[in-house]
Structures are given as C-alpha cells and as structure tokens.
C-alpha cells in the first residue's frame, strides 16, 4: 500500500509539472499535438499505477522523453512558422461577409450541423448575421457578426453606427514577413516600410505583430526588450 500511494504520488506531481510546461490551456484549446501527447502521457503514467510489477523508471522515463520532444516541437514552432503551420495547422474562414466558404468547409471537414452547432453555441441563429467565422486551430470557431447584429452596449445603443467589423491581416508575426499576406492585402514592401518608419522602427524584426485589416486601420506591437 505505501508502495503504491508514493508511486502515484511520484508520477501525478511528475504529470502537473508537464501539463504546466504545456501552457495555460483548456481541453478545447489544445493543438493537436498537444492532445495526442496528453492522451499518451496519461496511458503511460496509468500502467505503473496498477501494476508494481513494472519498475516506476519505466513508467517515468516514456514521460520524460515525450515531455521534451514536446519542448522540442514548441521550440521549433516558435522559431519556424512554416513548420508550426506544418504541425498546428492555419485557421480557416467559413463564413465571409455572410457566406458560407463551402471549399474551406470541406477541406477541414466541418459539417453544416457542426457549423449551425458553433453559431448557435455563441448566441447566433441566423447566419446571415455573421460577417466573419473563423475555424481556429484548436477547433474552436470564432464568430465576427456585423455591427449592426453586435450585442448592445451602452456607447452604441440608440445610434446608427456604420458597419465597422473588418478582419485584421498578419503582415508580421514575431519579426517575420509574411510575403502572402502582404501580397493578398495589396500592400507591397515599400508601404510597410514606410509603416515601420512612422513607428521609429529600423526593422522588421523589431515587430512582434503587424496587422493591417480591410479600412486600412495598422497595429504594430514592438517586440519588448529580453532581459537575461
């Protein structure tokens, strides 16, 4: 009995340190990797539980070495948005200005239940409602509805506001260009350029994110200074 009540004590605290290592995230917002990796971790750290037969180093070193793989993945994600598109995947949008994206729909295999299920789930039944639904990388979808469909607030109540809902464009992320983007955008090296010179920015890689969205409106978010 002391046996086993040490083993588990061993490996659950051996477990929060690695779901800790993971990020402050829910279920719903794992990546995909990160989910397999927690279901295989968990059916590691089950088998020395119950069975004393199975020295606790061989429950214990499986955990180990998945645990920096994992840290491995999430450096290499970091450092690489090629290989964290590869590994994460990219958002998806399903619904543009109000309309179904069908080819999108498809490609990540999104029913229209699933679909009508997410709306629904954040308080829109009808679709012609929503200006933007985005498919995130952990699943979840986000929805953007028009202005004039947007919960009430006290600064817009009683006022015919314009429709000012516009999806914001990546054009730098973490100090990388992205080229497709700030080709789709209409934009070309020279505007942002100019955009990083109106903000006292001598380069691109002093960016943590740029954004520019569909009225032009930019947000630049300067990298902050790394203290060892």
Not at 122 to 141: C, F, N, P, R, W
């Amino acid at each position: 009995m002391t046996t086993a009540f040490f083993r588990t004590i061993i490996l659950y605290f051996l477990l929060m340190v690695g779901l800790r290592m993971m990020g402050k995230r829910q279920i719903g917002e794992l990546e995909p990797s990160e989910l397999v990796l927690t279901l295989i971790i968990s059916d590691l750290a089950a088998v020395p539980m119950q069975d004393f037969g199975i020295p606790l180093v061989n429950g214990v070193f499986p955990i180990v070495t998945l645990l920096c793989l994992s840290m491995l993945l999430s450096f290499f994600s970091l450092k690489s948005i090629r290989f964290r598109k590869l590994v994460c995947g990219c958002p998806a949008v399903i619904i543009r200005d109000g309309k179904i994206m069908q080819q999108n729909m498809a490609r990540n295999r999104i029913t229209v239940d699933e679909l009508l299920e997410e709306l629904r789930s954040q308080g829109y039944s009808d679709m012609s409602a929503v200006k933007y639904a985005i498919l995130e990388t952990s699943g979840q979808v986000s929805v953007l509805p028009y202005t004039k469909d947007s919960p009430v607030t006290p600064k817009v109540s009683a006022m015919n506001v314009p429709d000012d809902v516009t999806l914001p464009i990546l054009l730098i992320n973490d100090g990388r260009i992205m080229s497709e983007n700030l080709a789709a955008s209409g934009y070309d090296q020279t505007w942002l350029d100019k955009q990083l010179t109106q903000r006292r920015l001598t380069s691109h890689r002093q960016v943590f994110l740029l954004t520019v969205d569909e009225a032009g409106t930019v947000t630049c978010v300067a990298k902050e200074e790394r203290t060892a």
